[in-house]
Nanobody
Framework: QVQLVESGGGLVQAGDSLRLSCTTS????????MGWFRQAPGKECEYVSG????????YYAASVKGRFTISRDNAKNTVYLQMNSLKPEDTAVYYCAARETAYANNGYYTKPVSYDYWGQGTQVTVSA
């Protein structure tokens, strides 16, 4: 069992940056591939980014590629999502998710059902 807690959301203006953190407890994060998803009001949950257990492989949705960077610090049991050049369409609740996997270098899981654990979410609001 692992618990996930997101932080770092807030209200910013278009073009600003935010860094989201997802801290885990219960089991070491190194056992899990990690992902970030987001959900805007009235829309489905959307894949944002993923990272392999090792951190060596990262993946991004086309809508955020080049602006967002995912990283992890297994020693701190924390995953980060650095978000630059934010746009109003990035406004959503952001969730981190964990998938237990034996494969250290595979982190490409884009569907919510692929993940075993979820955080409670953190709100990101980007004003025009």
């Amino acid at each position: 069992q692992v618990q996930l807690v997101e932080s770092g959301g807030g209200l910013v203006q278009a073009g600003d940056s935010l860094r989201l953190s997802c801290t885990t407890s219960g089991r070491t994060i190194s056992s899990y591939a990690m992902g970030w998803f987001r959900q805007a009001p009235g829309k489905e949950c959307e894949y944002v980014s993923g990272i392999s257990r090792s951190g060596g492989n990262t993946y991004y949705a086309a809508s955020v590629k080049g602006r967002f960077t995912i990283s992890r610090d297994n020693a701190k049991n924390t995953v980060y999502l650095q978000m630059n050049s934010l746009k109003p369409e990035d406004t959503a609740v952001y969730y981190c998710a964990a998938r237990e996997t034996a494969y250290a270098n595979n982190g490409y899981y884009t569907k919510p059902v692929s993940y075993d654990y979820w955080g409670q979410g953190t709100q990101v609001t980007v004003s025009a």
